[in-house]
């Protein structure tokens, strides 16, 4: 690939825009429409059953209501075959043992006898510390990396990519809201990952960013950035592009269990490569990084002739 | 002299290589299902026990694949699960209480890798099948029950001193001691320094009280006692159960994980963890009248029972024996072929137990049936924890002479409650209730099809990526491709070295690191591209490539490192399994990215004229 010449940085209101809009549509998702909480967060039963032929959703739901269960939802998982019903936490029964009931019930009305593929129960408690450790897991995870920038470059750096950072976050939950899917402790485990690899790609261009300011001192800030994001341009699209060959392949050949977290790093590094490109430099841009603040060159040198 | 590795470079990557290749080797092996035998007594299986069971299961018509006997633990190899099932049901029937028969997968890593300490990873529950579940231990009814003990304790002690007092009570976290007469304070207050030093004193205005509490530290001692005591009785259970593998282990402050790999029957599995039963001795009261006790004038040294059919029954408050006094229990059935429990005592309990049956013949004597049953419900919108202590008289039978150590217990239901008591009370007390705050149960077929689907999208997405690299940097590519290869070898090595357990997210991780771990690579390799359209020479191109790459890989692994940390530290279960493999997988591969690359394209391009690089 030839060495482009874009000019992201002088388009960059074109971007800003777009995200914006994004962001609004994403956040409004979340606040009106929320997230559909899987029962690590909220507590609660879910069953994965499996016929030997096609199950019949109909009879399942009429049986189950008529045994007490009228809350319970029941959809296929993957194939017809597979059956999952969820269960929210139940009045006046112990939760424990209310998946034996569930199967009993269900297993009387149909001709073959449901295989138990998965049972799981989340109590109350436990939904609610596995939340607050995830919110605590984005926190401080946020905060680091706020922090390691902040030491390797230089705060306006750091904010920036905190700034694409949070605008990948948000716009893939926003997505996971406007589409209804389950946002479960693997989703979150997606969701940091995705973190990682969008300040990844951040972090690349930054590096050459501050590499060139201090090669090219009679240039402006805003050529420098565009310099430095069409140079990094082939490598940033190469590297998305085998990440989301892997995952292409774990989405459609991993199983339903892991579907929800491959769509969450599709949708992830996609935006990720976006932002890094489109709202990460402008961010430290609007913010008013200059020449001056990537001025230490006399450390920096000593560090790069002592690596192989 | 440019792009050339000192020899130690070049013998450290390829030592590194050899053994991440020995290390990973194992889990290329599979596992027989496979049947386990062990004693659950001090004596250990001997010889010829071992040979007879072998002829057994041959006598019953199934091939043993193989019939390993070592240190008194039988292994006996099945090729298919078939055989494996009905050996098993066989072996339960025979071998009794006394022994552990438990289901597993054998690995069947060869023994010259065994001998390296070459282990094959251990699988999940989401792959190899199992339950798992997470206990909460009632840590209030545990402190509850300290100071239900120190008020008898005290009772006692007072009685011993021939101090003489109105009244012991509990009282708001307090135990109030009310003295008959104040002048006893003082010998009161010394007998407290002596023997109840764990309890902090307040005197109250009224003279003739002391009010004590248990202290802060007393109650932290407490409640860390009752984990480690409930986890020793979970894994008493647990071996009752059979199970080949379990994991049990403390987290955080109050809670307890059991994993069971391969337990199908988790309604079992459940009752036999989350019960606290025990039975407990006490004669009946015959001289006070039952009705009137029932509408509310219990006798003072009396309590009030119901028996099974709901009769009332009016019992001694002082209890004879109590279940941890209990050191064998064994199902069976008495002349009638009634369901019993052949219980047998210490030398405390048979010593009481005698004492008071020398002085009780004829007398009825009644034994209580205790279980705890925890659960949360939703009343409300609200969530209650609900504990239930539910006591039955199961049995009153009239003393008929003199007994102590060992007798027979009948009233119980069926069998298999008869079994379920006797393991109980083999396997101990929970020294606190314990709540089922999280299950997760796995299916066989779901954990074969988690594997299957996990290898399957490994295999393409690798094949992809190979496939994508080579056509794109040519013979840099395919080196790139070795080290990606190389990559893998050494996160499954390492993973193997640590027995990490693979989860599915964790394979998701391998994957997802086999995607991003060529990122160091294209790096590079676009800086190699940039230098030679600059006008480099090919070589100092690949120098300068390296080199100047080598500070912005540094820096985006590190911030990808930072996140996958985090992850670890807050991640539970599988999440922590996911993070382990992507905190391996970045460092690997800048290992065999950097190093690892460099090594071949210096032995390719190395010391030589190069015209031109097959970038």
């Not at chain 1, 009387?108 to 109590?123: I, L, N």
């Not at chain 2, 039975?279 to 039952?290: M, P, Q, W």
């Amino acid at each position: 690939m030839k060495t482009t010449n874009i000019n992201f940085i002088g388009n960059r209101n074109i971007a800003l825009i777009f995200s914006g809009v994004l962001m609004i549509l994403s956040i409004g998702s979340l606040a009106v429409r929320g997230l559909q909480m899987g029962i690590d967060f909220t507590g609660g039963t879910l069953i994965e059953v499996g016929y030997q032929k096609a199950a019949d959703l109909t009879v399942l739901r009429n049986t189950l209501d008529a045994e007490g269960f009228g809350d319970a939802t029941v959809q296929n998982f993957g194939t017809a075959k597979d059956v999952l019903i969820r269960l929210k936490l139940h009045e006046g029964l112990s939760s424990a043992d209310l998946s034996s009931k569930v199967l009993e019930a269900i297993n009387k009305t149909t001709a073959e006898p449901a295989s138990v593929r998965r049972v799981e129960f989340v109590g109350p408690q436990v939904g609610d510390d596995l939340a607050e450790d995830g919110f605590l897991a984005l926190l401080y995870s946020t905060v680091g990396i706020l922090g390691y920038i902040a030491w390797r470059f230089e705060w306006k750096f750091s904010t920036g990519a905190v700034i694409a950072t949070v605008h990948d976050v948000v716009v893939t939950l926003g997505l996971f809201s406007v589409l209804g899917l389950e946002f479960d402790l693997t989703v979150l485990a997606a969701v940091l990952a995705l973190i990682g690899y969008s300040l990844n790609d951040t972090i690349v261009i930054y590096d050459r960013i501050r590499e060139n300011f201090r090669l090219m001192r009679n240039k402006t800030t805003e050529e420098i950035m565009n310099i430095s994001v069409n140079v990094t341009l082939s490598r940033t699209i190469m590297t998305s592009l085998t990440v989301i060959l892997v995952l292409a392949s774990l989405f459609f050949l991993g199983g339903e269990v892991i579907h929800n977290f491959s769509i969450v790093l599709l949708f992830g590094v996609f935006f990720g490569t976006y932002s890094s490109i489109f709202i990460a430099s402008p961010m430290a841009l609007l913010l008013g990084i200059s020449a001056e603040d990537l001025m230490i060159p006399v450390k920096e040198g000593a560090e790069i002739d002592r690596t192989p | 002299m440019q792009n050339h590795f000192p020899l130690w470079k070049n013998l450290l990557v390829l030592i590194v290589f050899g053994i991440g290749i020995i290390y990973s080797l194992p889990n290329l092996y599979g596992d027989d299902p496979s049947v386990q035998v062990s004693s659950t007594q001090s004596a250990k299986i001997a010889q010829e026990q071992a040979n007879q069971i072998k002829s057994e299961i041959e006598a019953s018509g199934v091939t043993v694949k193989a019939f390993e006997f070592n240190d008194g633990r039988i292994l006996a190899r099945f090729s298919n699960t078939d055989d494996q099932l009905k050996v098993d049901d066989l072996l339960r029937d025979k071998m009794g209480s006394n022994y552990t028969v438990a289901l597993n997968l054998a690995p069947t890593t060869p023994p010259w890798l065994r001998a390296l300490g070459a282990n094959a990873m251990y699988l999940g529950l989401d792959l190899r099948g199992g339950v798992h579940f997470l206990l909460e231990v009632d840590m209030d009814a545990a402190a509850r029950q300290a100071e239900d003990r120190y008020n008898d304790d005290l009772r006692l002690a007072l009685r011993g001193a021939n101090m003489r007092y109105q009244s012991v009570t509990k009282n708001n976290g307090f135990i109030k001691i009310t003295l008959k007469s104040a002048a006893d304070k003082p010998a009161l207050l010394t007998l407290l320094d002596k023997d109840f030093r764990t309890l902090d004193i307040t005197e109250p205005e009224a003279q003739d009280q002391v009010w004590l509490k248990v202290s802060e530290k007393e109650v932290r001692e407490i409640k860390k006692f009752a984990v480690s005591q409930n986890m020793t009785t979970l894994r008493n259970r647990v071996n009752e159960l059979g199970v080949a593998e379990p994991v049990i282990q403390q987290q955080g402050d109050n809670r307890i994980m059991v994993q069971l790999p391969g337990v199908q029957d988790t309604t079992r599995a459940k009752e036999i963890l989350g019960t606290t039963a025990t039975l407990e001795y006490r004669l009946v009261d015959t001289e006070h009248d039952v009705r009137q006790a029932v509408e509310g004038h219990v006798p003072v040294n009396s309590r009030l029972y119901y028996e099974r059919n709901g009769n009332p029954i009016l019992l001694d408050r002082r209890v004879i024996v109590t279940g941890d006094q209990i050191v064998d229990a064994s199902s069976g059935q008495d002349e009638d072929g009634r369901p019993s429990v052949n219980i047998s005592l210490n030398g405390v309990g048979a010593a009481k137990m005698a004492k008071t049956t020398q002085v009780s013949v004829g007398k009825p004597m009644a034994v209580v049936f205790i279980e705890y049953k925890v659960d949360t419900r939703m009343v409300n919108g609200q969530k209650v924890r609900h504990k239930e202590k539910v006591e039955k008289v199961i049995n009153v039978a009239t003393i008929q002479g003199v007994f102590s150590k060992r007798f027979q217990t009948t009233g119980l239901d069926s069998p298999q409650e008869a079994r379920n008591l006797s393991l109980l009370l083999r396997a101990g007390a929970l020294a606190a209730p314990v709540d089922i705050v999280e299950e997760r149960t796995v299916g066989p077929s779901l954990g074969q099809d988690n594997i299957d689907k996990g290898m399957l999208s490994f295999v393409v997405g690798f094949a992809l990526v190979v496939l994508f690299m080579a056509v794109y940097y040519k013979l840099f590519g395919m080196i790139a491709n070795f080290a990606l290869a190389f990559n893998v070898v050494i996160v499954v090595a390492i993973l193997s070295m640590l027995q990490a357990t693979l989860t599915l997210p964790g394979i998701a991780g391998i994957i997802l690191t086999v995607g991003m771990s060529v990122d160091a690579n294209v790096l590079i390799f676009e800086r190699i591209k940039e230098e030679l359209r600059n006008g480099n020479t090919p070589q100092s191109a690949i120098f300068i490539g390296y080199e100047k790459a080598f500070a912005t890989i540094l820096d985006s692994h590190f911030t990808n490192l930072v996140v996958a940390v985090v992850l670890f530290a807050f991640g539970t279960g599988s999440v922590k399994g996911f993070a382990v493999t992507l905190i391996i997988g970045i460092l690997s591969s800048m290992f065999t990215a950097i190093t690892g690359t460099r090594m071949v394209i210096n032995w390719v391009y190395g010391n030589r004229r190069v015209e031109k690089l097959s970038i």
